[in-house]
């Protein structure tokens, strides 16, 4: 009896059933991450007060407090250890950097900018130095994994037109960028490294450029913020902290593997 055929058969039938690829197994890291992330946020502890109580039962963000749903976990995290540091970042040198007047119509305040790297923040700052590394990889998890749903916020017609010319066009004239060269077409945001503004409280977003211009922030790619935010007037704040305050937009939460190579 021949059994070629049969054989032949049974070969190609193992062969495609290896070219299929299996159900994707989430890392059981993210899950226990997810989970502690969620009691930290809700309940605090060890001198933390609970995360919801400023950022929303659904990290959905409150007046000057972010939003943290569905943002990209390693930018949270950074965030996190931003707010916690008082020496520069790696590879950064500490240069005093005096604050000198420009377009904007902020009073400046004569201090030296804190170290690079740092973000500091009167209320946060305090609150992330009592956090582990453990504890900020959790919650960065935790809050990156939930879903948000931005919806338009009420705003004049004019204040949005403004908000989407220096949004969508910058200022040709004193070289400023468009927001979205760098947010993405809809402020939705760049990987780990440009936030999300879409769906942001505007409040937040103006409080934020105050940071940058003050000196109180002074982190992210190639410190490209504080150069950009030197070059807003308080109308412009106002304007395009509205425009993306009311942009209309879903994201389903973090749904990518474990963020870290360890």
């Known amino acids: 009896m021949n059994n070629a055929p049969l054989i032949l058969v049974l070969l190609a039938a193992a062969l495609s059933g290896c070219s299929e690829e299996g159900p994707h197994l ?15 946020a809700k309940q605090g502890g060890g001198g933390v007060p609970p995360c919801v109580s400023c950022h929303g039962l659904k990290g959905e963000g409150i007046g000057v407090f972010p939003r943290l749903a569905a943002q990209h ?32 119509q902020l009073i400046h ?3 030296t900018a804190f ?7 009167p209320v946060m700052s305090p609150i992330v130095g009592l956090l582990t590394e453990e504890a900020r990889r959790n919650l960065a998890i935790y809050f990156a994994s939930l879903p948000f ?23 040709a004239e004193s070289g400023l960028p468009a927001c979205v060269t760098c947010h993405g077409p809809n402020g939705e945001g760049f990987e780990a490294d440009f936030p999300p503004l879409a769906g942001q409280p505007a409040a937040y977003l103006i409080t934020q450029i105050d940071h940058w211009q ?4 002074d982190n992210g790619p190639q410190r490209l913020m504080r150069a950009v935010a030197n070059q807003l007037t308080d109308a412009d ?12 937009s879903h994201w389903p939460g973090y749904q990518g ?5 360890d």
């Open 26 to 40: 989430e890392d059981p890291r993210l899950a226990a991450a997810r989970e502690a992330g969620e009691q930290l």
């Open 73 to 104: 976990p390693l930018y949270l995290y950074r965030q996190l250890e931003d707010l916690a540091r008082t020496e520069p970042a790696e590879g950064e040198s500490i240069k005093p950097i005096t604050q000198k007047d420009s377009a904007t």
């Open 109 to 111: 305040s004569d201090l």
């Open 115 to 121: 170290p690079p790297g740092v973000r500091h923040d």
């Open 149 to 171: 749903d931005a919806t338009p916020v009420e705003a004049d017609g004019q204040t949005l037109e403004q908000g989407q010319d220096l949004a969508l066009r910058g200022k």
């Open 214 to 217: 003050s000196g109180l922030r």
């Open 237 to 248: 704040k106002a304007n395009v902290a509205a425009y993306f305050a009311n942009r209309a």
């Open 257 to 261: 593997d474990w963020p870290w190579s």
